[in-house]
C-alpha cells in the first residue's frame, strides 16, 4: 500500500539548462522469459517536480493512494482480489503460453484452434467463455486501470509526481487495450483456420503481438522502449506505477503474484512433456 515518507528517491541526473533537468528512469524492465531488455526513454521534468518526486514534500492524498492500491495490490472483483494491472498481466501471461502451445505441432490445425480458444478467453471472456485463465480478461483489466488512474488524478491536492506519471500509465493501459484488439482479431482467424501451413504462419504472426500488448515493443528499433502508442504495453503502465511506488518508499507487489498460481495452467509442465516428446520420450 503506497504511503508517503520524506526520503529521497536516486535518480541520475544531467542539468541541460537553466530550471531544466533530465531524469533517466532508474531501471530496466525484463520482461518474464522474454530475452529483451525494457528500458524506460528519458523524461523531461522541471527541477521543481524533481525536487517534489525526490522528497514527496506533498503526500498522495488517501483516496488517490486508495486507486493506485486497487492497480498493484487489491480490488475486489478480480480473482483472489488481486490488482488490476496484475489480473491483466497474468491473463496476457496465459494468452502469449497459449499461442506457443499453437505451434508445437505444425500440422495440427486442430490444435492451433483450440489453442485460440483460450487466448480469446484471456483476452476477453465474455466473448469466449470455457478457456483458462482468471476469467476477468485482459481488457477489462486495462480499462480498469484507465479508469482508476484518472479517478487518482482527479483527487484534489495530488502531488506533481502523482500528476507526472499518471498520464504515462492511461497512455500505455490504451496501447494495451488497442493491441488486444489487434491479438484477438488474428485469434479469430486462426481458429476458424483450415490450411495447417497457412494456420502456422498466422500463429507466428500472433506471438510477437501479444508480447507487444503485454510488454510493449522497440518498434523503431532504438533499443528501448518509450511512451507512444506504437510502443507501449500494459507492462509500461506497471513501470510508471513502480516509480510512484519508490516515490513513496513503498514496497512494490509482484506483478503475477503467487496467489494467482493455482489459477493458472502449469506451462513449465506442458513445456518439459513437449521437449521429452520432440526427443522421442527418452
Known amino acids: 500500500m503506497i504511503r508517503t515518507t520524506h526520503i529521497g528517491v536516486t535518480l541520475a541526473v544531467t542539468t541541460l539548462a537553466v530550471g531544466e533537468l533530465q531524469a533517466q528512469l532508474p531501471d530496466t524492465l525484463v520482461a518474464p522469459k522474454e530475452s529483451a531488455l525494457m528500458h524506460g526513454d528519458s523524461l523531461m521534468v522541471s527541477d521543481s517536480l524533481l525536487l517534489d518526486s525526490l522528497y514527496a514534500r506533498r503526500p498522495i ?14 480490488f475486489s472483483t478480480t480473482p483472489d482480489g488481486v490488482g488490476l494491472a496484475q489480473a491483466g498481466m497474468a491473463e496476457a501471461f496465459v494468452a ?17 484452434s ?12 465474455s466473448g469466449s467463455p470455457g478457456g483458462a485463465g482468471l476469467g476477468f480478461g485482459f481488457r477489462r483489466a486495462a ?28 497512455r500505455a493501459a490504451e496501447g494495451a487495450i488497442a493491441r488486444s484488439y489487434d491479438v484477438e482479431g488474428l485469434a479469430r482467424r ?5 490450411d495447417p501451413a497457412r494456420t502456422l504462419e498466422l500463429v507466428e504472426d500472433l506471438r510477437p503481438m501479444i508480447r507487444a500488448m503485454a510488454y510493449g515493443t522497440d518498434a523503431d528499433r532504438d533499443g528501448r522502449i518509450g511512451h507512444t502508442a506504437d510502443e507501449v504495453g500494459l507492462a509500461q503502465a506497471w513501470y510508471h506505477l513502480e516509480l510512484l511506488y ?3 518508499a513503498a514496497a512494490m507487489p509482484e506483478m503475477i503474484p503467487p496467489v494467482l498460481t493455482p489459477r493458472l495452467p502449469d506451462f ?10 520432440r526427443r522421442g520420450g527418452r
Open 61 to 74: 492524498p488517501d483516496q488517490a493512494a486508495a486507486h493506485l492500491d486497487h492497480l498493484t495490490t487489491a
Open 96 to 112: 502469449r503460453e497459449y499461442a506457443w502451445l499453437a505451434g508445437r505441432d505444425s500440422l495440427d490445425v486442430r490444435a492451433m
Open 114 to 125: 483450440s489453442a485460440m480458444t483460450h487466448v480469446l478467453h484471456a483476452i476477453d471472456p
Open 143 to 170: 480499462e480498469a486501470v484507465i479508469q482508476h488512474t484518472q479517478l487518482a488524478m482527479a483527487v484534489e491536492g495530488i502531488p506533481d509526481h502523482l500528476a507526472f506519471h499518471g498520464p504515462y500509465i492511461i
Open 190 to 194: 486462426i481458429r476458424a483456420g483450415t
Open 246 to 248: 519508490r516515490v513513496e
Open 268 to 277: 513449465s509442465a506442458l513445456r518439459a512433456a513437449d521437449a521429452q516428446a
